[in-house]
C-alpha cells in the first residue's frame, strides 16, 4: 500500500510538472511562431525559443513517465491495455514530442539563414517555413490524437480498477473523447480547441487527488473480494 501511495504522488507530481511545462512553452513560443513576420522573429528571439524547445522536452518527459511508472500497478488488471498506454502516453506521445522540438530547431536554423540572406527575392524561404510551421501543426494533431487514445485507455482502466473515484475516471473518458474530437475536426477546417480544456482540467484535478489521497487501497484485483 506504501509503495501505491508513493506511485500515485510521484504520477500527481509528474502531470503538473508536463502541464505546467506545457503552458509555459506556449507563453514563450506561441507569440513568435503565430507572429506574421515569424521568419524574423524566431531568430531574434532564440533563446525564447529555446526555452520553449526546453520546456517541451520536460513536458514529453515527465507526461511519458506517467504511463510507465502506473504500469507495475495497472497490468495486475489488465496487462494488455496496461501495455497500450505505455505505447500510447509513453513512446509515441514521446516521440511526437521529439519531432515537434526537431521542427522547431529547424525553424530556429532557416530564421537565421533567413536574416542572414538579406535580400528582396526570399520567397523560398517563406516557403520551406511555411511547411515547416504545417509539419509542426500536423504533428500536434497527431500527438493530440495519440495522447487522447492513451487517456481512453488509462481512463477505463481507472474506472474498471477502482483506484480513483468513478467520478474522476469518467470525467476522464469524457474529457479524452473531447480531447479527440478536437484533431480529427480540425483536419476539416473546425477549430474547437475548447473541447481540450475538460481534460486539462481533469488532470489537474487528477494530479491533486494522487498527491493528497493516492490510490484507492480497498479497490480489489480481478476475481478478489474487495478489501474491507
Known sequence: MNSNKKTARIVGVLFIIGTVAGVLSAVFTGPILGA???LIEVSANENQIIIGVLLVLIMGFALAMVPVMM???LKKY??????GSVIFRGTLEAVTYIAIVIGWLLLLVLSREYVKAGTPDVSYFQILGTLLLEAV???SRILAIVFSLGALIIYYLFY?????PGWLSVWGLIGAILYLATPLLGMFGSDLGMLMVPLALQEMVLAVWLIVKGFDSSASLPGLP???
Do not use: G, M
Not at 489488465?78 to 501495455?83: D, I, M, S, V
Open 78 to 83: 489488465n496487462e494488455a491495455l496496461a501495455l
Open 137 to 139: 501543426d500536423w504533428i
Open 226 to 228: 474487495k478489501q474491507i
Open 71 to 73: 504500469f507495475p500497478i
Open 160 to 164: 474498471q480498477s477502482k483506484l480513483i
Open 36 to 38: 506574421p513576420d515569424y
